[in-house]
Nanobody, 124 residues
């Protein structure tokens, strides 16, 4: 089992940047593929980005490509999401999640553990 705690959310103006962190404790962090998801009010939780156990491969959705970068530091048991050129459509609660699977990382139902979320609000 792994426990996940997100941080780094906040209020930022359009065009600004934030870096989210997800600190993991418990079972070996490097045993899990990791993902970031977000949920805006009235909408379903959607996949944002994922990274394999070693960090060798990353995946993300088209709407954040070129703006968001997922990374991990297995020595620090931490997952990151660097978000640049933010726009109001990025406003949501952002969740990190851990998966024991290595396939279909865009599928939220493949993830075994979730953090509590951190709010990101982008003003226009």
């Amino acid at each position: 089992q792994v426990q996940l705690v997100e941080s780094g959310g906040g209020l930022v103006q359009a065009g600004g940047s934030l870096r989210l962190s997800c600190a993991a404790s418990g079972r070996t962090f490097s045993s899990y593929a990791m993902g970031w998801f977000r949920q805006a009010p009235g909408k379903e939780r959607e996949f944002v980005a994922a990274i394999t156990r070693s960090g060798g491969r990353t995946y993300n959705i088209d709407s954040v490509r070129g703006r968001f970068t997922i990374s991990r530091d297995n020595a620090k048991n931490t997952l990151y999401l660097q978000m640049n050129s933010l726009n109001p459509e990025d406003t949501a609660v952002y969740y990190c999640a851990a998966a024991t699977t290595v396939i279909r990382l865009g599928d939220r139902y493949k993830y075994n553990y979730w953090g509590q979320g951190t709010q990101v609000t982008v003003s226009s």
